[in-house]
């Protein structure tokens, strides 16, 4: 069996209530609790992996100081949040203007699922870049431990892939900062064990 932890990046902080995507942002790492919690929570011995960008770095290194055990730590690219082109840096409010002029307007996200803003990638495309992640550990290991700190996108995308949607979706999940989702993975099906914890 495979088991997939998945970790949303610490809090963002002085974006000035912009979207960002996958820009580079500070981040809040100051909540030593729930960091323990954490370390409490995720399995010890696994293989931990984050997004390229900062903020899911440093979350991975706080959890680390707070007594998180892996055994191996890998950044990946494809665990980035989606990249929104030149949405990214305007005020959320001015967002969803826009995007319901666009008619691409989405209440669970910053946009349709298929829609490509210029100079970014659809939420479709972040999904194929999850699954192929996903499909990647599939073939490479048997039984493992997977902690991953990446966004809320590429978490959202790991739901909508253990449900086997048709279409992708990015579903009504609430998915929030320093929360794990667990995903498994055994004899070529999916399971959901817990999302948002």
Not at 149 to 162: D, E, L, M, Q, V
Request: aromatic share 14%; charged share 25%; glycine share 6%.
């Amino acid at each position: 069996m495979l088991n997939f932890w998945w970790v949303r990046h610490a809090p963002v902080v002085n974006n000035l209530g912009c979207c960002y995507g996958d820009n580079e942002v500070d981040c809040d790492t100051s909540n030593i609790k729930r960091f323990i919690y954490l370390a409490k929570l995720l399995p010890g011995n696994s293989k931990a992996y984050s997004s390229t960008l900062s903020r899911a770095k440093r979350t991975f290194t706080a959890t680390v100081k707070s007594g998180f055990k892996f055994k191996s730590y890998f950044e990946d690219e494809r665990l980035k949040e989606q990249n929104i082109g030149k949405f990214a840096g305007m005020k959320y409010k001015e967002l969803y203007k826009l995007t319901k002029e666009l008619k691409v307007y989405s209440p669970h996200w910053l946009m349709n699922e298929k829609y490509i803003p210029a100079g970014g990638e659809s939420f479709v495309n972040l999904n194929e870049r999850v699954n192929q992640f996903l499909q990647e550990k599939i073939l490479e290991n048997d039984n493992e431990n997977f902690v991953i700190f990446s966004h809320g996108g590429p978490i959202r995308s790991a739901i909508n892939i253990a449900l086997n949607n048709k279409q992708v979706s990015v579903g009504n999940f609430k998915i929030d900062n320093l929360k794990v989702t667990k995903i498994t993975y055994d004899k070529g099906g999916w399971e959901i064990a817990f999302i948002n914890k």
